[in-house]
């Protein structure tokens, strides 16, 4: 009889277990009819991309500067373009190297993407100095038409041969002249021996040379200390460097001469393209076009905006005082020394 009711009290235990399994498995929401996912989605972080890509995009200038802007245009686009799969770091003021250090990084594949004068990339590829041949382009829509057409393309498709890639030209304005006030200049004769900072290529030492100055070939980095000691006492450069360069705070004067085209170009490394896809080099090529219409736009109210403050509050004075037609007529030997041009510069001219 004990075996008995031994028996049923196990029995019964063993049922009731199985009921209490029963009823989880019953009860329990299944995955197909849980509550939607949609909100914790929401508020979970993005997937990542599956091939990111940071790209170092390197410039000269201050953060106020036209370049800076540019800078944030192209890593709006090709951020937004790519689906946040490529993203674009800019480093500003030279954090990354001299100008001619930058290029010198595309090249060799340590810098992405920079913007940098064609005078300073022109030591890389001598036929980029036909932007700085004196008095050769007449307005910034002149200089426009010769970029994009097949002088521009041919100038950009050469440039691969030293290892850099092209993509877009940025204007940086016409140069104007300015000196300290111990230097003020009422005619050509006060050139005569002056000691001016010049971009480091032949075509700017001769031209200068040939008004008579004494041309000081000097980085960009070392300009501000060399004409605040009077190393040098005068040099050239748009309205938009001229301010964005501090140089009113040791120059007085400026002389609207015009005498060149400070053109710059949106470069990008090769060994770097080769490590996109087809489709990442197109969204580059793409948004560095749409960035170069944007960035002229940019530059010219720029230039303007600068002219304005120098004249103002930066406390410089515009000396109409210099011959531009003799300075012309003196420059006219620069292209006699450099015959290799001659096509070129006949088209261009033919373009105005």
């Known amino acids: 009889m004990k075996k008995y009711l031994s028996l049923i009290l196990s029995l019964a235990l063993v049922l009731g277990l199985a009921a209490c399994g029963g009823s989880a498995s019953t009860t329990a929401p299944a995955p197909s009819s849980a509550a939607p996912a949609a909100p914790a989605a929401s508020s979970a972080a993005p997937a990542p991309k599956a091939n990111p890509i940071t790209l170092k995009y390197a410039h000269g200038d201050s953060e106020s500067s036209a370049f800076h802007a540019g800078a944030l245009v192209f890593k709006d686009l090709v951020e937004t373009a790519s689906d946040g799969e490529i993203t674009v770091d800019i480093y500003p003021a030279g954090q990354l190297g001299s100008l001619a250090e930058q290029v010198e990084g595309i090249q060799m594949g340590t810098i992405d993407v920079t ?51 092209l993509l877009g030209y940025w204007p940086i304005g016409f140069m104007k002249l300015t000196t300290s006030k111990d230097y003020p200049l009422d005619s050509l004769d006060g050139l005569a021996n002056l000691p001016i900072r010049v971009i480091s290529n032949d075509l700017n030492i001769s031209t200068w040379r040939a008004l ?66 087809p489709e990442q080099q197109q969204i580059i090529t793409d948004c560095a076009a749409k960035a170069t219409t944007e960035y002229r736009k940019i530059h010219e109210a720029k230039d303007q905006e600068c002219k304005e403050f120098l004249t103002t509050e930066g406390g410089m004075e515009i000396r109409n005082t210099l011959d531009v037609a003799k300075m012309k007529e003196l420059t006219a030997s620069v292209y006699d020394q450099n015959p290799q041009y001659a096509d070129m510069v006949e088209k261009i001219r033919a373009m105005a």
């Open 115 to 165: 913007s940098v004068s064609t005078s300073i990339i022109s030591n890389f590829n001598p036929d980029l100095m036909i932007f700085d041949f004196p008095f050769l382009f007449e307005s910034y829509d002149h200089v426009y038409k010769v970029c994009d057409s097949e002088i521009g393309d041919g100038l950009a498709e050469k440039l691969l041969d030293s290892n850099i890639r």
């Open 212 to 277: 008579g100055a004494d041309a000081v070939p000097m980085s960009w980095g070392e300009l501000f200390t060399a004409l605040q000691q009077g190393t040098v006492v005068g040099q050239y450069n748009p309205y938009t460097l001229t301010k964005d360069a501090m140089v009113y705070e040791v120059q007085k004067y400026i002389y609207e001469t015009n005498q060149s085209f400070n053109m710059a170009a949106l470069l990008f490394s090769p060994s770097t393209w080769n490590k996109l896809t």
